[in-house]
Nanobody, 121 residues
Framework: VQLVESGGGLVQPGGSLRLACVASGRVLSINPMAWYRQSPGKERELVATITRRGSTNYADSVKGRFTISREDANDDAKITVNLQMNSLKPEDTAVYYC????????????WGQGTQVTVSS
């Protein structure tokens, strides 16, 4: 499974960004998918998750501001997971990583390369 993120950048406080993660390969073998983030000097933290059935979960710090969604290709060749981020705050500044858990191999996770989000005036 390969995960490729896009959509990061620089935005002013109060602004919006939309991140995308495209999963390819054995996408039927992964569930759920998630976004994590890591700021300098801090541990990586879970931002939001979404299951194959569309159930979502959010960190308290982003509830009401971020929305995770997914699009499954008709041929099951890829999955796109989006993270819509609104009302961004400076504390949202981090490298955002896409994550997927394997349902075939317990404990196996896949990670994207990360995309930088900077919220600053």
């Amino acid at each position: 499974v390969q995960l490729v993120e896009s959509g990061g950048g620089l935005v002013q406080p109060g602004g919006s960004l939309r991140l995308a993660c495209v999963a390819s390969g054995r996408v039927l073998s992964i569930n759920p998918m998630a976004w994590y983030r890591q700021s300098p000097g801090k541990e990586r933290e879970l931002v939001a998750t979404i299951t194959r059935r569309g159930s979502t979960n959010y960190a308290d710090s982003v509830k009401g501001r971020f929305t995770i969604s997914r699009e499954d290709a008709n041929d099951d060749a890829k999955i796109t997971v989006n993270l819509q981020m609104n009302s961004l705050k400076p504390e949202d500044t981090a490298v955002y990583y896409c994550n997927a858990e394997s349902i075939l191999y317990e404990g196996t996770e896949y990670w994207g390369q990360g995309t930088q989000v900077t919220v600053s005036s």
